[in-house]
């Protein structure tokens, strides 16, 4: 049996506005991190949306050969995580509570292993000390270090990360990237992240898909996509790749294509 994620003829959109046409993704293994890069509006979050049943989507969506499209989304969502760039605002719920309704919608209880497991997750993050405060009262990136707690706990084999970055600050985005990749080796599962920062990508990816207009332009290694080309065609800059004193490659922006693509 193939595992991973495979798509095949996939569509997605909006009742009167197709954003992802035909789109077929040969492979995403267990065990790695997907970097979707892309400009705004490309059809990042829809196609993460979609992959979790909550947008309008046709073709095959195949999670270790099977259809998760053929499954009803109540079984669907015990597989398949999605973490929004926002959480919903007005929830009067102090962080534990909130991970331990993540944990029981996904069929899990809260056992006593159960709730050494959410503290340990929380240390992990370096949120333990917010335990007992009310998620109306965090700031911007503290919510974000909790929504990836909340989509931790729910075990997924699809783990689908909708900017989880934007609002932490440098040397929490590296930490938090980190813990993905640690989880994601150790659950063996499938992670796709949406990032802006293409060093993001060239640094903690395994693999990078780009989207551009709702196509999938590139699909390989970080530094098989993200070249001087395909910066040049998909978001309009000159940029050349450099290697950082540790031999890491790092992208350089000098400016804007002559003639802008968008
Ligand atoms: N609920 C909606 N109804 C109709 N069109 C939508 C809806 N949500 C998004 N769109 C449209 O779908 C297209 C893709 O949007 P999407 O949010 O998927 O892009 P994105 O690549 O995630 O962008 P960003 O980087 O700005 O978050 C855009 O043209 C957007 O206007």
């Known amino acids: 049996m193939m595992t991973g994620l495979q798509a095949n003829h996939f569509n997605a959109g909006y009742p009167r506005k197709k954003i992802i046409t035909d789109l077929s993704i040969p492979g995403l293994s267990r065990g790695e991190i997907t970097v979707l890069l892309g400009p705004n509006g490309s059809g ?63 069929g899990g209880s809260y056992t006593e292993k159960g709730e050494t497991e959410v503290m340990a997750l929380l240390q992990q993050l ?11 009262q965090l700031s911007g990136g503290q919510k974000q270090l909790v929504g990836l707690a909340q989509s931790l706990i729910r075990q997924p084999s699809l783990l689908l990360l909708d900017e989880p970055l934007s609002a932490l600050d ?10 993905v990749r640690k989880e994601t080796v150790k659950r063996n599962i499938i992670t796709v992240v949406v990032v802006h920062d293409i060093n993001i990508a060239l640094h903690h990816a395994d693999h990078v898909l780009m989207l551009q207009n709702g196509n999938l332009i590139a699909d390989g290694k970080p530094d098989e996509v993200i070249t001087p080309e395909s910066l040049a065609q998909v978001y309009g800059v000159r940029g050349r790749i450099e290697r950082c004193s540790q031999g890491r490659p790092q992208v350089l922006i000098d400016g804007l294509v002559e003639r802008p693509i968008y």
């Open 126 to 136: 370096g949120i333990s000390h917010l335990a007992l405060s009310y998620l109306d």
């Open 170 to 179: 440098l040397n929490y985005q590296f930490h938090v990237m980190d813990l």
């Open 44 to 106: 990042k979050s829809t196609l993460l949306r979609s992959f979790a049943g909550l947008n309008h989507a046709t073709g095959e969506l195949l999670l270790d050969g099977q259809d998760l499209m053929k499954q009803p989304f109540a079984q669907r969502a015990k597989s398949v995580v999605y973490l929004p760039q926002s959480l919903p605002a007005g929830v009067h719920l102090h962080v534990l509570e909130s991970i331990v309704v993540a944990q029981r919608a996904s």
